[in-house]
């Protein structure tokens, strides 16, 4: 079996963060490690307290995977501030882990700050060359480019942009692009060479908490399986489109998708 490891924060409500990524692991038949760098207090209504792990206790829990549970691919998710960064990057270029998939998280979904403003330098200078495939959404690729976000032509120009930063392959989301006249979101793929677009239907619903989490997750699973990246983004865009449709209506706040919905929805479907 493949075995992937999640870097990145805990979420008590279950919907986010390291819960989202083990879960769609295993939804995925890969084998889900953690290294977790922060313990959020959190439920749908939003973030409580964070209380972040020590960096060299993050090292010491990559250490102990490394030693002993080779993965096969390697997500990073909430990585807290600078100095989480410049560890976990050293680590992961120490370890010579190359099937490094980063999602830049910066901000939670009610508001709550994930990495301290003064950290995106040491993302990009520090993670973003060791990474094979970045996914940031619309807000995190303009706070990386400086550049503001509203057309598919703005998507390229950003993609462009981290992929010299030193990302392999960078897919730019494009679920907070307003221009919804149309009810499809449509994703960006950019490998240094070719664009590629994913496109899927836009679901109007609140619960759609720990979909970044979720969908890289995904991407991180299926490169570990042994699929190229525009296969990866494929599959994990059909995944994320079934949790977010088949909604589990839970908590009072911006609930989590479904990560079973894929499996018991595709059971249907035979
Ligand atoms: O979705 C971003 C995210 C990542 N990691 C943790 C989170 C969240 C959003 O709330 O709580 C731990």
Redesign the pocket.
């Known amino acids: 079996m493949k075995k992937v490891l999640t870097i990145?924060?805990?979420?008590s409500g279950g919907g986010?963060?390291?819960q989202a990524d083990i879960k769609t692991f295993q939804e995925l038949g890969v084998f889900g490690m953690s290294a977790i760098t922060?313990v959020?207090a959190?439920n749908t209504l939003g973030?409580h307290g964070i209380h972040p792990v020590p960096p060299s206790f993050v090292e010491e829990q990559m250490d102990a995977i490394a030693t002993d549970l080779s993965p096969d691919a390697v997500k990073t998710?909430?990585l807290v501030d600078r100095e989480m960064i410049s560890i976990v990057a050293a680590s992961i270029e120490q370890r010579g882990w190359r099937r490094v998939v980063v999602d830049p998280?910066m901000v939670?979904?009610g508001g709550?700050s994930?990495l301290h403003e003064g950290a995106v330098d040491a993302l990009i200078h520090e993670l973003i060359p060791l990474s094979y495939v970045i996914t940031p959404n619309l807000p995190e690729a303009e706070k990386m480019t400086g550049i503001k976000i509203h057309t598919m032509e703005d998507q390229k120009k950003a993609a462009k942009i981290i992929h010299t930063m030193g990302a392999d392959n960078v897919i730019i989301k494009g679920g907070h692009l307003q221009d919804s006249a149309s009810d499809l979101v449509t994703d960006l793929l950019y490998d240094g060479e070719h664009f590629h677009t994913f496109t899927s239907r836009r679901f109007h619903t609140r619960h759609t908490?720990?979909?970044?989490?979720t969908y890289s997750a995904a991407i991180t699973a299926q490169i570990a399986k042994g699929h190229t990246v525009h296969e990866a983004v494929s599959l994990a865009k059909t995944f994320i489109s079934s949790a977010i449709e088949h909604t589990l209506e839970l908590g009072d706040g911006h609930g989590p998708t479904n990560h079973q919905a894929f499996r018991e929805f595709s059971k249907q479907l035979k």
Not at 8 to 11: L, M, N, P, V
């Open positions: 990145a924060g805990s979420d986010a963060g390291i922060a959020t959190q973030v998710g909430m998280v939670a979904k709550a994930l908490h720990g979909t970044g989490c």
